[in-house]
C-alpha cells in the first residue's frame, strides 16, 4: 500500500510498524480468501486442505497484532479491554467508555496468574 507520509521523514520504527500492519492486512486478508475457498469446498479432503491454510495464516495475523501490541500501547491497551470476554463487544465498549454496562466476565478458563493490569 506504500506511505501515506515521506518515507524518509519516519523513523526506522515507524517503518517497522507500517510494515507489520501491512503484513496484518494481507494475512487478514488471506485469511478470507481460503475461509471463503473451504466454505464452498465440495470436497472434504480439499475443505480440510484450506482450512489448515486458513489457521495457519491466523497464526501469522495473531503474531503481527502481538508484534505490534508489544510497541505501540494503544494496541496494548485496546486488546486487554476487548479480549477474552463474554458480554457483547459494545458492552464492553460501554463499560470502557465509563458508561453504565455490566463488567465484562471473563473466560471461564484461567492460568491462574491472577488479573493483569
Excluded at 12 to 37: G, K, N, P
Excluded at 44 to 73: F, G, Y
Aim: proline content about 5%; overall charge negative; some cysteine.
Amino acid at each position: 500500500m506504500g506511505y501515506f507520509e515521506p518515507a524518509g521523514e519516519l523513523s526506522q520504527s515507524d517503518r517497522d510498524i507500517s510494515r507489520a500492519l501491512a503484513s496484518l492486512r494481507e494475512e487478514v486478508e488471506a485469511i478470507d480468501y481460503y475461509h471463503q475457498r473451504a466454505a464452498l469446498a465440495s470436497d472434504p479432503e480439499l475443505r480440510d486442505l484450506v482450512l489448515h491454510n486458513r489457521d495457519e495464516e491466523i497464526e501469522h495475523a495473531v503474531m503481527c497484532i502481538e508484534w505490534l501490541r508489544r510497541r505501540i500501547p494503544a494496541f496494548d491497551e485496546a486488546l486487554r479491554t476487548y479480549l477474552f470476554t463474554t458480554v457483547p463487544v459494545t458492552q464492553v465498549e460501554e463499560e470502557a467508555a465509563g458508561g453504565s454496562a455490566s463488567s465484562p466476565s471473563p473466560v471461564a478458563t484461567s492460568l491462574g496468574i491472577g488479573k493483569i493490569v
